[in-house]
């Protein structure tokens, strides 16, 4: 039997994790449980964000620590997801994920939130944003299935990945040995591995079929996606890192996922719907006490690449002082945040190939 | 008898009024009727937010061929408001009002939208954000009142100042003629000055008691406030440019204008009370019949003072990249945008005694 | 005879152009003589920046006084070149050129200042960035060539250009008819507008054979470009407005103008050899009374597309904060204003096939 | 007798300490006489910049396993100054420096560079850019005065200190103790904080007397100023860590340190003297051999407060895109980098009380 925690935890400042030290000494969390930490650092969530990298160090000291490895050992172990950007209301925190696997049964066929965790191979400079990354990716994916016991595609709710980008100087490394990298613009790049990752989600599922895929379609052909992938690219790793949410009957806890699909950045229904998929009973708007059960809600933003927003032009892709994807995930928070009431959600920008073009796919964990 | 008129205008850029020019090429607008025209332009909407004097700049040269008059007479008859800031998905536009005065007298007692504009005189730079300054406006805000067949303080809805701000020239101006100005940091300018134009608002309507008010309380007491005053502030003024817009048995029109608050930026049960207090009747959400009744809504917008909504710590004070009233702008925008269905709505920063600290006013105006 | 007149002036904001008038005013400047203005406005320099939009409207509607003409027949007779972006100690200002054409025959067999404009057709979206633009824009450098009364090539010093870019309604556009633009992305479209433009200039001088030009060359084979080409891309143009400024026989004035190339940002004696070129005779650096002697200098500037200067790992393009043409204005900008001890400068970003990759052309004008 | 090493380290990211594990590795340095690591790294050298505490733990992590210590050994033991901010050509790179103490008596009886370090107690909220920070910090400099082996106050040439800031939750800290800070406005804060390090600096080498010293003329009166301070402040840290450099007898190395001042960031004449007195001896420009003898500059930048410089107006203090430290980094890097040829160089923004308004120190280090 698979038991899985949430933690949601304030941070102060991206290397802050005195809430997860907090827990862990007052006996809540079990440290060796850690399999992965989902965090909205508050950098610009573009090429030079260095709140995911800090954060990330920092959270491996804290966890060399408290689980007494070394921080290689914990890099083994623990999956670090940084998503930088929180625009408008969005507050900096960080989703602790825990496991415990027992040889226990579960006690009821209900089907619980199951978590799971682990990464692909390095991927070379070269590799960033193309098939063979699409590939690993999809079949790190069904592996990650597996592991969270969940047999239906259906079950999965949310994957979260993230993954490597270009800087100048992988670049530059690849051109000294005479590969080509799939773009020379480094922020660009960023969206190339995003998409591509998405789409080895998309594959493992099936919502996509493997033969569709090519080099030709990545970052191109945005009716091909996933409905519950989540990707992020940053510049501190070099494979992808994996963790896999959804339903099991394998699994135990208090805890369900469900997802929607927003249509563009303001799509309110779409939000209210993954709501309601995740097992909250309402008819318009959720009530304070259904509020209160929302644990956190994971969703992805993206300015619409037509500048258009309900046929209204938006300034989010010509304006040259802001990065249009903090425009989106100023926008998506706000919309959340407004319902649920709360500003400690999680919007993650840049949604190539995760869902509809300009929308993205949003998920909530709800207590039961 | 009063006739008021409003039009929505999207805008290609902050000199395109290409929209304005269709309307009064078609019959539907009489230019000669235009008394004020309140725009969303797409700079920064700090101090270095060119997109205000161009588009009022741009209007000026397009009314002044519609209205064969020359620039001065144009400037003088017509009030410009130009607030910049389009961020997340805001949309820029335009809403031209216009007037016609007739000896008709209305056929129902039922009140109407009505609405009237003016300016203050110029004030020099020493008395920007001053108790000078609230004086004049509230004289002003007091006559316009009056001028749109209001009575009563509750029946006014909104009322709109574009007022001056401080610049390098400006102080120098001030300091060599041995006067001491408000602020000397340019964009600090900006909040004192809206400000002061929102408490001289709260003075004429009786929200704050003249006596209340002393050089101390400006920029510093946010218990006292306006809850209609909407202000922004433009290095394209020396005066302030003011307009009034309201309810009145002496107007007969379509519309109908109502306002309410937003306590925080997310605050969307503030915002769904001020549509119900506007005319529409509805439960939890509006009906897609009456969001199309919806002509447009005006809200103002500010990053909490503490940093803090909802007791989250959110980034926009401490983000050195984005200044942070384009940050609550995307959110006010995004939340209002979500529930209207339209990203083609009016929402204006820096909300300095313009209602609760950290929220602000909201005001909508509905077709029947 | 041709007389050249050159007047720079400081101005207060995008719209100021108190400074002209103040010139026409005292006598200094005949308005009906001013052939082109180039200024320096203080928007980002990027596709959002309306202080150029701004200024030419501006300064049309003061020419259009001045000249008692209208504004279309100011449009035709004067080219604008608005330059966005005073990084760093650039200071916003205009260049003023004034020609008067007379019977008489120069005095002297000296070389001196001359100047002409003029502009392209206009440009369908389609054609921004390609061939077609190379081709129309070589055709007309070679006819104003002609009318500043230069026969050769070597004393052509500096081809100022003002080209159009892609919006998202440009898009739309040629889309709507079927047609393909050069890139989707309207930050990207600057360059090639910029670079197809630039390539003109190296075909109508010989530095660019005609026939090494192809749509695959533009905006990508940096070994080819003009060394006297300066282009600057905007939004509120559709066609090309061009400026050639270089020394003829034909001419008499005070002043003389000449080149140099910067090969890097900080290519200190790259610029002092242009110094040297335009008639300041010194060993090491300028001397107080020399530098007094310089009207202004032109020069472009862009970030290496390496990322590296000198060896070294600058940030200019991994920047999502702050456009990397912004940081390059600021150094040459910097080094240009140590070196005359004045930050009333012209640089301008962008330097696609202009000077050499990374660094770019530099002109001064020099008084004698 | 003293033996100070200086090494200075490209870096790859705020995190990239290879270049130091390098140089420990192949023996060229021992890692147990680093004292002191300045470092310049590429955040936004604002509030929110990341950089600066990523930098400064990886760096602990790194020292901790070259030297076998716990990480709150190292740092007790070393000092870490890095300073945000590598606008236009400036490289992100460190410096280390190192000091070897022995019984020996220095063979000559010429100075060299010497080199202490250190730091004051901890801060409070409320202490922070106040009276009794001036007052520590002058304390401990003279004391590392005395501990590097400098006797005379002009043999001090530069004295780099880290300051700490106020955050929204320092802030609230104070207030729920009922204390009151020095501004609520935290990018305010910083050069608070600064102005009064630099005062402590000021005070301890006699440039100003103690008891001109009072809370009114911190950060407002500029005629107090030290020529050799260069303070920069940080989230990261509640003291100020100090670092003190200039020529002992009792020291011998092949460096020697010089300053001078820069009276404007663009004052090529007062950086020129800077190199000069650091014991380059040349007329008008530096000979290439003397260039490659420059180790590092060290040079304090700030936006002239009056928005002018040289009388000409500039945007630095308008605009509110791009922070006024990151425009006047740029511009003094820009200078420097010219003149040596090298774009890794130290530039550090926010110069108050640290040489004349709008100007700043400049030290710089040569090999004899």
Not at 122 to 138: H, L
Not at 174 to 181: L, P
Not at 332 to 360: C, I, K, M, N, T
Request: proline share 3%; glycine share 10%.
């Amino acid at each position: 039997m698979i038991k899985a925690g949430v933690y949601r935890i304030p941070m102060n400042g991206p290397g802050d994790f005195s809430g997860l030290i907090g827990l862990v000494e007052n006996g809540t969390i079990d440290p060796h449980g850690v399999i992965a930490v989902l965090a909205k650092t508050e950098g610009n969530g573009c090429v030079n964000d260095f709140s995911r990298g800090y954060g990330t160090l920092a959270l491996k000291v804290v966890l060399s620590e408290l689980r007494s490895q070394t921080l290689e050992e914990v890099e083994e172990d623990v999956v670090f997801i940084m998503s930088g950007g929180t625009e408008g209301v969005l507050s900096p925190h960080a989703t602790v994920f825990t496991r415990t696997d027992s040889d226990e049964v579960a006690n009821s066929s209900d089907k619980s939130l199951s978590v799971s965790s682990g990464h692909t191979r390095a991927f070379r400079p070269e590799e960033i944003g193309t098939v063979p990354m699409v590939q690993e990716v999809a079949k790190t994916v069904s592996r990650l299935m597996e592991e969270a016991g969940i047999k239906d595609s259906s079950d999965v709710h949310f994957v979260q990945i993230k993954c490597p980008l270009l800087t100048s100087e992988r670049i530059r490394d690849a051109e000294t040995r005479g590969e080509h990298v799939v773009t020379e613009n480094t922020y660009k790049s960023m969206g190339f591995s995003r998409g591509a990752s998405a789409l080895g989600v998309a594959v493992a599922l099936g919502e996509v079929k493997e033969d569709a895929i090519s080099q030709e379609v990545i970052a191109k052909d945005w009716s091909l996606y996933s409905s519950v992938a989540s990707t992020s690219a940053g510049v501190e790793l070099t494979n992808c890192e994996i963790m896999v949410l959804g339903n099991s009957t394998e699994a135990e806890s208090d805890y369900l996922i469900g997802h929607g699909t927003m249509e563009d950045s303001i799509d309110l229904a779409g939000f209210l719907e993954a709501l309601r998929n995740s097992g909250l009973d309402f008819k318009e708007l959720p009530s304070e006490d259904q509020k209160q059960r929302v644990v956190n809600v994971y969703a992805k933003a993206e300015a619409d690449p037509s500048g258009y927003v309900r046929n209204r032009r938006t300034t989010m892709l010509t304006d040259d002082d802001i990065n249009h994807t903090r425009h989106a995930r100023a926008v998506v928070g706000a919309v959340v945040a407004s319902v649920v009431g709360d500003p400690l959600v999680y919007v993650s920008g840049g949604a190539e190939h995760q869902g509809p073009s300009g929308g993205g796919p949003v998920a909530a964990i709800v207590r039961r």
